[in-house]
């Protein structure tokens, strides 16, 4: 059995409620001390009153204890330290300030009250509220003279008690208390209360955190039902998401731009596979009918020797498109890995111009070389195969008497390398799909004309895996200039 949840949303919903549940109970606690704090501090205003007024009943006579000869006069805390403004009553008369002591004693009925002196020897001086065998007179050996503290005390199965006490300079002591019964019940009440708060604004805080934890982390089950869909073959579907700023939002974008992108490779996949199969396909009916024909009857042997030549022929072609597959599915899984050397484009053109001029004679065309230094790291054997195969693109669409011209150089630091051509050029609706596998232009780049329409992915392969750029733009006076372009830090280093 596991202790915390799997789900995201409960493991939220746990720790918020437990966070929440702590700072509440934090906040409870130190507003309840305060509270009673406060309430202690209003009991010891009371009891420093009637101390005060304990005292001026205690006054001493002149003599032995140090007081100045003169009129007798109420010895009082005023005279030591200072007390709030409601602690300091006017000196009465002894028999008063006596009286008004036994009724707040008397009146405490609810909750009890006493006051008590002790002489310096330990005898009692004055006491009443107090229980009938009188307690001893405390330790004072630690207390300043007249500075009063007050402490609270639990009785056994009664409720606390406060009492505050003072030492004399002459060496009594008096001490003053009372039950906190009413203020204990009260502090009781406001526990409860703030515990019915608490509880309230817990509830209220663990629902709307979890209102607002689900309501986050609704983008990510739409993400895993859009991604169960497109598993079960709806490709077609995308995540639905209304606040695309937030992070989930961005990132329900990224897996859109995701799945479309998948998308577009599985059409294309299924599409190069339909065109695979229709591109081989053809060689091979040709093949079986021919030796189909061969096999029915006898024939001389020029005819056999003619069957042999057209099955050659379609099984070169064949084997020719069977390699460029296999060189696309290479390449396309990183299996044959570029040789970067520091090289020249323009050496690598002139060598591809050299060998392709006796193909431009045989056709009539004038092969013009404008070579510039283009120094970059590039694998020569593949730019090679980039260029030959733009030379041989050249070469089949100009009309004879063209010009085909190959030019190199460097450009913003940029080694590039460009064929044009004089043929009909390519239109712009089909310059998008042109390095798609087994696209043709329409008329004037068919099956007729050569190629099974994997020569150009075949380079757009390989300028990306140099990280280069494949260009096409429209020549001065009609044709096509087909331009690779090595991106600036390839070109740079071998500057």
Request: glycine share 8%.
């Amino acid at each position: 059995m596991r202790l915390f949840p799997r789900s995201i949303r409960w493991r939220l919903h746990l720790w918020h409620g437990l966070l929440l549940a702590v700072v509440l109970c934090g906040f409870g606690w130190t507003v309840h001390r305060l509270e009673w704090t406060n309430e202690l501090r209003r009991v010891d205003a009371e009891l420093q009153q009637r101390m005060n007024t304990l005292l001026g009943l205690l006054g001493r006579p002149p003599g032995p204890q140090g007081r100045p000869p003169g009129p007798p006069r109420a010895e009082t805390l005023e005279d030591f330290f200072p007390l709030p403004e409601d602690a300091r009553p006017p000196p009465p008369r002894q028999d008063r300030n006596f009286d008004a002591l036994s009724r707040w004693v008397k009146a405490g009925r609810q909750q009890r009250r006493w006051f008590i002196a002790w002489s310096r020897e330990g005898g009692i001086l004055v006491a009443e509220g107090v229980d009938k065998n009188p307690r001893s007179k405390p330790d004072t050996t630690r207390m300043e003279p007249l500075t009063p503290y007050g402490f609270t005390v639990r009785a056994a199965g009664e409720a606390p008690v406060r009492e505050l006490m003072a030492l004399t300079p002459p060496g009594d002591v008096v001490l003053v208390g009372r039950c906190l019964l009413t203020e204990a019940a009260a502090s009781r009440r406001s526990a409860l209360r703030f515990a019915g708060l608490g509880g309230l604004v817990w509830l209220l805080g663990v629902a709307g955190g979890g209102w607002l934890t689900t309501r986050a982390l609704r983008p990510i089950q739409t993400v895993t039902d859009t991604a169960a869909a497109i598993s079960a073959g709806h490709l077609d579907s995308r995540i639905n998401v209304e606040e695309t700023d937030t992070e989930l939002g961005r990132m329900a974008g990224v897996l859109n731009d995701t799945f479309s992108r998948l998308r577009q490779a599985f059409d294309q996949q299924a599409r190069f596979t339909a065109d695979a199969a229709h591109e081989l396909r053809t060689p091979v009916t040709v093949m079986l009918s021919q030796i189909q024909l061969a096999l029915n009857r006898e024939r001389s042997p020029q005819e056999y020797r003619g069957t042999l030549d057209t099955c050659q022929r379609a099984a070169e072609r064949m084997s020719c498109l069977i390699e460029s597959l296999l060189e696309l599915a290479q390449m396309d899984a990183g299996a044959d890995p570029l040789e970067v050397t520091e090289s020249d484009l323009a050496t690598v053109a002139a060598d591809c111009a050299a060998m392709m001029e006796s193909l431009a004679a045989e056709r009539g065309l004038v092969l013009e070389k404008q070579l510039s230094c283009a120094p970059c790291r590039v694998d020569e054997k593949r730019a090679a195969q980039v260029i030959t195969n733009f030379l041989s693109n050249a070469l089949r669409h100009s009309p004879s008497g063209g010009v085909v011209t190959v030019r190199a150089g460097v450009t913003d630091g940029r080694a590039w390398v460009s064929v044009a051509d004089q043929g009909p050029g390519i239109q712009m609706e089909h310059r998008a799909r042109l390095f798609d596998r087994f696209y043709r232009v329409e008329n004037s780049r068919n099956r007729g004309s050569g190629g099974a329409g994997l020569g150009l992915a075949i380079c757009k392969a390989i300028a990306d895996a140099h990280g280069a750029v494949i260009s096409i733009e429209d020549a001065d006076g009609g044709g096509s200039v087909f331009t690779f372009t090595m991106p600036t830090d390839c070109a740079s280093a071998a500057s």
